[in-house]
């Protein structure tokens, strides 16, 4: 007897099940690919909202470090001034204590000049 060719020999399940094979395959590979994609996406989405919040917070630190230095400028000058008025009081108060003693005197030289 005369060996039959494999091809012969398979039965139409299993003819069926190889041709479904590659579909399955090409199906799952498919699905693989739509939640591939659909997750870089989601994946894009996020880098492209980090980079938008890393820029407004880069625009907020500058704004945060112009208003650190504006209020740096600020009490320097603040302090010159405060420096400047202290000093002036001193010299204001002794400029008073000059006149106040000199007002004593210019009393104390009148009344003993009316006797």
Do not use: C
């Not at 399955?24 to 997750?39: K, N």
């Amino acid at each position: 007897m005369a060996k039959k060719d494999w091809r012969e020999t398979r039965d139409i399940e299993e003819a069926a099940a190889e041709t479904r094979e590659p579909s399955e395959a090409r199906r799952i590979r498919a699905e693989d690919h739509a939640e591939t994609r659909e997750w870089l996406d989601e994946a894009e989405q996020d880098v492209r909202a980090a980079d938008r919040a890393l820029d407004e917070n880069q625009t907020r630190l500058r704004d945060l470090g112009d208003g650190i230095r504006e209020n740096r400028e600020t009490l320097a000058r603040t302090g010159d001034l405060t420096r400047d008025v202290a000093e002036r009081a001193s010299s204001l108060r002794a400029d008073t204590s000059d006149v106040a003693e000199t007002t004593r005197r210019i009393e104390i030289e009148d009344g003993e000049g009316e006797k």
